[in-house]
């Protein structure tokens, strides 16, 4: 099979999980910014982890044949320090550039905060500026709910954005938004539940991804959730059309992005 990985933090992944993705079939890996596992003191670490995103772990994926892609930002649990934010935001337009920049994400919020807000509607701002796809993470946290609406709403308030740039959660569909599912052995999202919301909401503008971070994660998320859709009888086409043509059809709209669609 051929798919896509549209969300994975491979800086916190070894050389071995590179190959089982490979040798699973992935043709792209995609890397949103985020969280290092631990808040990083100053803008100077942001600017060498972007340093790392846009030149140093695209060539660690080629060693293995693949393309890497990433996104910038200063994600939603750094964003509370409005000083350090407004640093991290200067520092964004020197990258964003880069032959393997997709975006700004992931960007979003943790708590709901007033500063992750603020924080947020900077960075939509910066992407509309520039033209820029938007990824968003939503809050894991029992108003997850109420952060994803205040993302939307934000987000829907910018009359500059297109909503089919953007790619949030699956309540955002309605809005006209992609809807991303991230796939966890013991959180979130198992391979037979994303395949039930799948079966029952449609699969138009989602994509699937392992995100595979600092966590208890799996890379391979991803095939696993193709062998799932194969027992329950669904065609390789559509298995295709989910892990594939999906991504590839969102993050085609970037022009930096080779893959064909088909």
């Not at 029952?200 to 890379?219: K, L, R, Y």
């Amino acid at each position: 099979m051929r798919y896509i990985e549209p969300h994975a933090h491979m800086v916190s992944r070894t050389t071995d999980d590179y190959v089982s993705i490979v040798t699973a079939g992935c043709q792209a890996v995609c890397e949103p910014a985020f969280w290092a596992g631990f808040d990083r003191s100053s803008s100077r670490g942001f600017y060498d982890y972007f340093r790392q995103l846009t030149q140093y772990e695209p060539q660690r994926a080629a060693k293995f044949g693949l393309a890497h892609y990433t996104w910038l930002c200063i994600n939603p649990k750094e964003s509370e320090d409005l000083v350090l934010a407004d640093e991290v935001l200067s520092i964004i337009p020197e990258f964003i550039d880069s032959p393997n920049v997709l975006g700004i994400g992931e960007i979003g919020l943790n708590k709901n905060s007033r500063n992750e807000l603020k924080v947020l509607e900077k960075h939509v701002n910066l992407a509309a500026e520039r033209d820029q796809l938007i990824l968003v993470h939503t809050p894991h946290l029992e108003d997850k709910l109420k952060g994803t609406r205040l993302i939307v709403d934000l987000i829907k308030s910018d009359s500059r954005i297109d909503p089919g740039k953007v790619i949030i959660d699956q309540i955002a569909l309605d809005a006209g938004f992609w809807a991303g599912i991230t796939l966890y052995p013991e959180s979130k999202c198992t391979p037979p539940r994303a395949i039930d919301i799948v079966e029952n909401f449609g699969h138009e503008q989602i994509w699937m991804n392992s995100a595979c971070d600092w966590g208890v994660s799996i890379p391979l998320a991803v095939p696993k959730t193709a062998l799932e859709m194969r027992r329950r009888g669904h065609t390789e086409e559509f298995i295709d059309q989910l892990l594939y043509r999906n991504p590839a059809r969102f993050m085609g709209q970037c022009p930096k992005f080779k893959l064909p669609l088909e």
